[in-house]
């Protein structure tokens, strides 16, 4: 089997290191790992104790939740406080009232038949039949409470008497039952009617039939009421809150004993629950896939390194990792029991570090996430499942590290940033010590500001002490780095200035039209010089084949046929992206290198070749493979290339000619769509023409002519 040469092993690589599901399998490790470090702050503690024990510690509850069995007493008890509810039927009173008179009405509609039929029967057989009728037309119960004395009484009595009797029935009823009677008191109201009777006009027998049947007709009209009483013990169950022990709530202090109802509550609350649950790992599945799901779609979305580079992805998640591992670690010191302890976590680094490698919109998300994640990390029973209070602090100390560092990356910035930090973690500190109005002494808030201050300093060194690594590991093209790779003594820059000293000068000017250029439009002007350094080293490996290195010799091409320069020419691009790749130099030098004819027509040759062929010579062979400029910067340095190619070469050049020149050389790449994937506009090209243009009237400013010496040049 045929061993890989470096450069195979280097593609190989290569294509797995780019492969897009590199980028799903770093994300899964990430939210493993957060997932693991979370766990221990979600799961709720268990506690070994035991009914009638001291406490030996506050306990608190660590969520909030109904004590179901307490509410359900208070509702039991707020029900059992509502007696049953009577009410005074005054309608009774008039249907007992209309009893009587049916009573009297049909005494004498009785008396009236007996008129009628006196003369036909003798008087005892009448009075008989007279009984039995009224006996038999009044109900039941009625007749069985009258007694026949009574009814015989009525019976006997003269119209006038009846009539009597019945007003004076009627009355005492209505005067009675008027009156609130229960069962407890009807006896006594039924006693009190025959204070009703004082009619003297009546007999005596005639008084106690009226008697017997007023109390007859007295009957209870102060009734239990069911409905509303059921209704006044619903809504008083009703009014009856909730018995909710909070998040946080104290259940026990130190010192006292553990009775039947803090135990119950303890075993609510699940601190008591030795039984697998398996809510709080899905809550926090869901909470990691969350902040991952949010992380993963930011990153693919931003238009930054991290978007294609898995390497760099690596390096986020590196750096995501150390970070969250100093807030774990910081979060655990918090429990040692000194005072502010916990705000000298050095939650900055990760937004400095992103800033400098990365991008500031990435670092200031990061920091949002790290806030999220700290307030899990610094949570206790006092405060549940998340520490606003620190994710707070964790925020503002985060975002500010990344917010100062967005201009330079120098390491006197990285310095002066830490300041900043620690400037933002007094005041955030202060702010939570006021808002919680702790009343703390002066020590105690010189701990906290101590502690805050301290995580600024933190920060900015070990921020200073990890970049280099970073920047050396991933091949991270940061300013410092640049600078080192723009020093003329760098092995590959040395090559160039011995080997293809014209090249050199070439790439020295075209590095400062592409500088320039890059700065008008807002784009990495120090990385276009760097990258125009070294965007023909390719030309090193046949030097003499391009015109600004052949002095004094001839023009090797002139003895070859076009097709050989044609391969010539055309290999340079790749050749120095090849060498630059064997130096590990970045990729962003590289892509310049590889990018800057794009795809380009080698017209001199080309139109030799038709010259001398037989037939026409397809464009396709006379063009530049590419890849076509990738980025803003590989697009301007390949502009700059040519313009300065084209303008050396120009004779007596003026300013105009210039201008002309430049606009041409734009509008010929433009239509040749060597722009399309660089994302530069038409406005930014113009731009660029006016920065190129400006930067070459510098070079080829108007020189003043001397008058020549006549005696000196006829001596010659």
């Known amino acids: 089997m045929r061993k890989r040469s470096p450069i195979d092993q280097m593609k190989w690589w290569k294509r797995i290191s780019d492969h897009q599901y590199i980028r799903g399998v770093l994300f899964f490790c990430l939210g493993i790992f957060i997932y693991l470090l979370m766990l221990d702050n979600i799961l709720p503690e268990t506690l070994d104790i035991r009914l009638s024990q001291i406490a030996e510690q506050d306990i608190r509850s660590p969520i909030t939740i109904e004590n179901k069995v307490a509410t359900e007493e208070k509702r039991t008890e707020a029900v059992n406080a509502i007696g049953p509810v009577y009410e005074q039927k005054q309608e009774y009173s008039q249907a007992q009232v209309a009893k009587v008179n049916d009573i009297f009405e049909l005494i004498d509609s009785v008396n009236q038949l007996e008129a009628e039929e006196r003369e036909e029967q003798s008087k005892d057989k009448l009075l008989e039949e ?277 201009e330079s990356n120098r390491i006197s910035r990285i310095l002066r940033a830490g300041i900043f930090v620690c400037g933002v973690n007094i005041l955030a500190v202060v702010s939570l010590l006021f808002i919680k109005s702790v009343q703390s002494t002066w020590i105690e808030i010189g701990m906290h500001v101590g502690f805050a201050v301290l995580s600024g300093f933190i920060a900015a060194v070990i921020t200073i002490g990890l970049l280099p690594f970073l920047e050396a590991g991933f091949g991270i093209l940061s300013t410092s780095k640049l600078i080192e790779l723009s020093n003329p003594n760098h092995p590959l820059l040395r090559k160039i200035l011995t080997e293809a000293p014209g090249t050199y000068h070439h790439s020295v000017v075209v590095g400062n039209l592409a500088e320039a250029a890059c700065e008008t439009v807002g784009e990495n002007g120090l990385l276009a010089r760097v990258g125009a350094y070294y965007h023909d080293l390719g030309k090193t490996r046949r030097p003499h084949f391009f015109i600004e290195n052949q002095m004094k010799m001839d023009n090797p091409h002139d003895k070859i046929s076009p097709q050989l320069s044609k391969t010539i020419i055309i290999a340079h691009p790749y050749d120095g992206a090849e060498l630059l790749r064997e130096y590990k130099m970045p990729k962003e030098i590289v892509d310049i290198a590889e990018q800057h004819h794009g795809t380009t027509l080698l017209k001199y040759f080309y139109h030799k070749a038709n010259q001398e062929a037989e037939k026409p010579v397809p464009e396709s062979q006379f063009r530049y493979p590419g890849p076509k400029a990738q980025t803003k910067v590989a697009a301007i340095v390949g502009i700059a290339d040519s313009v300065e190619a084209a303008v050396r070469s120009m004779q007596k050049p003026t300013p105009d000619k210039i201008e002309n020149l430049i606009r041409k050389i734009i509008n010929d790449k433009l239509e040749d769509g060597q722009f399309d994937e660089s994302d530069l506009t038409l406005r930014e090209l113009d731009q660029i023409a006016v920065s190129i243009c400006e930067t070459l009237k510098g070079t080829f400013h108007q020189r003043i002519e001397y008058p020549e010496d006549e005696k000196g040049k006829e001596e010659q």
């Open 130 to 406: 007279q009984l039995a009728y009224v006996q038999e037309v009044l109900s039941s119960g009625t007749s069985n409470d009258l007694s026949e004395e009574t009814i015989v009484t009525l019976l006997e009595a003269s119209p006038a008497q009846l009539k009597i009797a019945k007003e004076a029935t009627t009355n005492a009823v209505h005067e009675v039952m008027s009156e609130t009677i229960t069962i407890r008191n009807l006896t006594e109201a039924k006693d009190s009617v025959k204070d009703q009777f004082a009619i003297s006009t009546v007999s005596n027998r005639l008084s106690d039939a009226m008697v017997e049947i007023a109390q007859f007709a007295i009957i209870p009209n102060y009734i239990y009421d069911a409905e509303s009483t059921e209704r006044l013990r619903q809504e008083a169950a009703e009014t009856v809150e909730p018995v909710i022990i909070r998040e946080g709530q104290l259940i026990v202090k130190e010192g006292d004993m553990v009775n039947h109802e803090i135990y119950e509550q303890l075993r609510l609350v699940g601190l008591l629950d030795d039984s697998f649950n398996i809510y709080p790992y899905i809550g926090l599945a869901i909470l990691v896939l969350l902040i991952i799901g949010m992380l993963a779609y930011f990153v693919n979305e931003s238009k930054t390194s991290v978007q294609k580079n898995n390497s760099h992805l690596l390096m986020f998640t590196l750096i995501f990792i150390v970070t969250v591992v100093i807030i774990k670690i910081s979060s655990l010191l918090e429990g040692m029991g000194i005072i502010g302890l916990g705000y000298v976590v050095p939650v900055s680094i990760g937004a400095m570090l992103l800033t400098l490698l990365i991008h500031t919109r990435v670092a200031i998300l990061t920091s949002i996430v790290f806030a999220l994640i700290g307030s899990v990390f610094y949570s206790n029973d006092s405060v549940g499942f998340f520490n606003f209070s620190y994710g707070f602090y964790l925020l503002f100390s985060s975002v500010s590290g990344a917010y100062f560092l967005s």
